[in-house]
């Protein structure tokens, strides 16, 4: 099998406003987010680490690195997922999410997941 399907991560996110933990009027927007990290590929990893760039609608840019993801470092086997939720706050009532999961495979190679862009937004701020 090709080396690309021997590592495969397939990240899914859901991201939610959160009205009891922002202050609209102090420009503070909370977000929780929900991402599902499956191993679509045929070797078992343990997330390592994280990278995020959260961007809010002015442009400003937030990088937030760290250790595993919810004090924890899954390890996820072929076929199988880990979900977690967790959250961030910005400036503004728009924002963007990003990044990338840095992964172990259980055979030693170190490899990148993706995160996709996905859209953080108070209702009825987007159409």
């Known amino acids: 099998m090709a080396e690309s399907k021997r590592y495969q991560i397939?990240?899914?996110t859901q991201?939610?406003?959160?009205?009891e933990q922002s202050d609209e009027e102090g420009d503070r927007y909370a977000f929780a987010y929900t991402i599902t990290i499956a191993n679509t590929g045929?070797?078992?990893a343990q997330l390592i680490s994280r990278h995020w760039i959260i961007t809010d609608a002015d442009g400003k840019v937030?990088?937030?690195?760290?250790?595993?993801v919810i004090g924890e470092q899954p390890l996820v086997k072929p076929g199988e997922?880990?979900?977690y939720t967790s959250?961030?706050?910005i400036a503004t009532p728009?924002?963007?999410?990003q990044g990338t999961y840095q992964m172990?495979?259980?055979?030693?190679v170190k490899f990148d997941a993706d995160v996709p862009e996905f859209v953080l937004s108070m209702p009825r701020v987007l159409h």
């Open 104 to 108: 172990v495979a259980e055979d030693g």
């Open 10 to 12: 397939t990240v899914t």
């Open 87 to 89: 959250g961030t706050t």
């Open 62 to 68: 937030q990088e937030v690195r760290g250790l595993g």
């Open 15 to 19: 991201g939610v406003y959160v009205p």
């Open 42 to 44: 045929t070797v078992a």
């Open 81 to 83: 997922s880990f979900e």
């Open 94 to 97: 728009v924002g963007t999410m």
